[in-house]
C-alpha cells in the first residue's frame, strides 16, 4: 500500500520515538544540511586562522539548527510525517519555527560577510553579490513585516484548507519543496524581528515585539480549528494505513494540539532573544556615551551644570 505517491511502502509500524528517530535520511536535505554545516565551520575557521574571534554561542545555535533541521527530515519521523498527520505537524512546527530561530541566531550572513574575500577593484565576488542582494529592492519587500505576516498566516490556512497541500503530498519533489517553503517563511518572518544579520527593516524592539505576537494568534486559531474540527479536513491524512492503528480524526486533532502548543513555545524563546539582544543594545549605548564624555570632558555635563548656575544667578 503506497500512501505517500514517493514509491515508498508506508504500511509502518505503530508509531514509537524509537522507530521515529532512526536514521532515514532524504538526500536533499542531507546535503542541505552537510552543506551548511561545512561552509560555516570554513567561515569560523578562516576568521581564527586571522586572529578574528568569532562568539561560541552562535556555533552552538546554528550547529542546533541545522541538527533540528536534519531530525525531522532525515529520520523516520520524515516516513510517519507522510502518513500521520500529527507527526508532520511536528516537521511543520519544528522546521518553521524552530529551526529558523536557532539558524538566525548563529548570525551566518553576518559570518559570510566577515569571511568571505573582497573582490579586486572593478569585480564582483560572493561577497559583492551578497551585499548587493541584501540591498536589493527584493529583500526589502519579502522582509517588509506587510509581507512577511500575511505570508506566515497564509502558510497555514491556505496550504492546508486548500488542495494545494494534498497536491504537493503527491510526489516527493511537491514534499521537498514544502518543507523548504517552511523553513524559508520561517527565516523571513523571524528576520526581521530578531535575526542578528543585518537587514533593511531593523524597527524598534516594542515594535519587533508586535511583530511577533500580530501571526501568533492566527497561529492558535488554526491549531484550535483542527482540535475542534468534527472530521478530517485533509485528504492526503483521511486513510491512515491500517499497520498504525490509529484513528484519522484523533490523529488530526493531536496535530491541532501541536499546531496550538508552537503559537506559544517559539514565541517566549524569541521573546527572550529579543530582550538579552534589547539589554545588550542598552549597554553598547552606555559604554559609547561613557567613552564620548571621557573624549570631550563630559561637555554635556559641564553645560548642564553651567545652566543651572546661571539660573541660580538670576534668581538672585
Not at 546554528?62 to 502518513?83: H, I, R, S
Not at 496535530?255 to 539589554?279: C, D, M, N, R, T
Not at 553598547?284 to 553645560?303: F, H, V
Request: net charge neutral; charged share 15%; glycine share 8%.
Amino acid at each position: 500500500m503506497d500512501h505517500s505517491g514517493h514509491g515508498m511502502t508506508m504500511d509502518l509500524p505503530p508509531f514509537t520515538l524509537g522507530r521515529a528517530l532512526e536514521f532515514s535520511p532524504d538526500l536533499f536535505f542531507l546535503i542541505g544540511c552537510l552543506l551548511g554545516l561545512v561552509l560555516y565551520g570554513w567561515g569560523v575557521l578562516r576568521l581564527r586562522r586571522r586572529g578574528d574571534s568569532w562568539p561560541v554561542g552562535r556555533t552552538i545555535a546554528f550547529v542546533l539548527g541545522v541538527l533540528t533541521v536534519a531530525l525531522v527530515m532525515c529520520t523516520k519521523l520524515n516516513d510517519y510525517g507522510m502518513v500521520m498527520f500529527s507527526v508532520h505537524m511536528v516537521q511543520h512546527m519544528i522546521i518553521s519555527m524552530v529551526s529558523p530561530i536557532l539558524l538566525l541566531l548563529g548570525a551566518p550572513v553576518t559570518l559570510a560577510l566577515r569571511a568571505l574575500p573582497v573582490a579586486g577593484r572593478g569585480h564582483k565576488g560572493p561577497r559583492e553579490l551578497l551585499l548587493a542582494l541584501l540591498h536589493s529592492r527584493y529583500v526589502r519587500i519579502v522582509s517588509h513585516p506587510a509581507f512577511t505576516i500575511p505570508l506566515f498566516i497564509a502558510s497555514l490556512y491556505g496550504l492546508y484548507f486548500t488542495p494545494l497541500f494534498d497536491f504537493l503530498m503527491e510526489s516527493k519533489t511537491g514534499h521537498i519543496a514544502m518543507m523548504v517553503h517552511f523553513l524559508a517563511v520561517g527565516l523571513v518572518f523571524f528576520w526581521p524581528i530578531m535575526g542578528i544579520d543585518p537587514g533593511p527593516h531593523r524597527p524598534g524592539y516594542v515594535m519587533r515585539m508586535l511583530e511577533l505576537f500580530a501571526g501568533m494568534p492566527f497561529h492558535a486559531f488554526f491549531g484550535i480549528a483542527l482540535m475542534m474540527a468534527s472530521e478530517p479536513m485533509v485528504a492526503a491524512y483521511r486513510d491512515p494505513p491500517a499497520s498504525l492503528g490509529i484513528d484519522a480524526l484523533t490523529d488530526q486533532n493531536a496535530a491541532g494540539g501541536i499546531a496550538w502548543a508552537f503559537s506559544e513555545i517559539p514565541s517566549v524563546l524569541v521573546l527572550i532573544a529579543l530582550v538579552h539582544q534589547w539589554y545588550r543594545s542598552e549597554q553598547r549605548q552606555a559604554k559609547r556615551s561613557d567613552r564620548a564624555a571621557d573624549r570631550d570632558g563630559d561637555k554635556e555635563l559641564a553645560a548642564y551644570n553651567a545652566y543651572l548656575a546661571s539660573l541660580q544667578a538670576r534668581g538672585q
